[in-house]
């Protein structure tokens, strides 16, 4: 996985060393869920993403991986809402302005 301020890119990394993308996932669009490791103990270190394009689960390597990257990604997502936010009421008054 590849964390940017606005798609969450997931590939895998070839033979050769490069990396194939297999999916860019905008991030205002997503949704992160922790996994209940008590009805599920195999998976305790896991959640999931939700998308509209694709859901699927993560698993880490341990608690510390899995928290990590569970806030990174709502940190990434509520700035990214955030900002989509701000562009769209600067384009709305842009608009306003323009029709007087």
Known sequence: FFLFS???????????????????LPL????????DF???KSKHHS????HPNKSF???????AEKQ???EDIRNS?????????????ARLKRVKKSAK
């Open 57 to 63: 689960a993560v698993i880490t390597c341990g608690k």
């Open 6 to 24: 606005d798609v969450l890119v997931y590939a895998h990394k070839s033979s050769q060393g490069d990396y194939v993308v297999h999916e860019e």
């Open 28 to 35: 205002h669009l997503m949704k992160i869920e922790d996994i």
């Open 47 to 50: 959640f999931y993403i939700h």
């Open 77 to 89: 997502i509520s700035s990214e809402i955030s900002r989509k936010a701000k562009v769209e009421g």
């Open 68 to 70: 990590l990257w569970m």
């Open 38 to 40: 008590q009805s599920s």
